[in-house]
C-alpha cells in the first residue's frame, strides 16, 4: 500500500499554479542586448523563461534614456544614487507586474482555460 502510495506521488503531474512559476521565475536569470533578451539561467521550462524575457523586453526600454541621463557626470554622487535607486525601483515594480501578467496567462493556457 506504501509502495502504491508513493508511486503515485512519483507519476503525479508537476503543480502548474501561480505561486510555483513565480517561485520558479525567481530563479531565471537573463540578460537584454540591442532589445533581445538572452536566458542565462534557465528555469527548465521554456514558457516561464519567456515571461521573464518578455518583462525585460517589455520594461527595459521604458527606462534606458533615464538610465543614461542618470550617468551625467555633473550630477552629484549623492544625487545620482537616489536617482538610480529610484530608477531601479520603478523598473523592479514594472518587471514584477509584466511577470504576474505572463504567470497568468500561463496557468490559464496550461488549466485549458
Request: proline content about 3%; glycine content about 8%; hydrophobic content about 45%.
Amino acid at each position: 500500500m506504501i509502495l502504491a502510495a508513493l508511486l503515485m506521488l512519483q507519476a503525479a503531474p508537476a503543480v502548474d499554479d501561480g505561486a510555483t512559476i513565480g517561485a520558479r521565475l525567481q530563479n531565471w536569470r537573463g540578460s537584454l542586448s540591442d532589445g533581445t533578451c538572452k536566458t542565462r539561467k534557465s528555469t527548465g521550462d521554456l514558457q516561464i523563461d519567456r515571461i521573464g524575457c518578455a518583462a525585460m523586453e517589455r520594461c527595459v526600454p521604458q527606462f534606458e534614456s533615464r538610465y543614461a541621463g542618470a550617468q551625467d557626470r555633473a550630477i552629484r554622487p549623492e544625487v545620482k544614487k537616489v536617482m538610480l535607486a529610484a530608477l531601479n525601483g520603478e523598473l523592479a515594480k514594472c518587471v514584477e507586474s509584466e511577470r504576474k501578467t505572463g504567470i497568468a496567462a500561463l496557468v490559464a493556457k496550461r488549466a485549458g482555460a
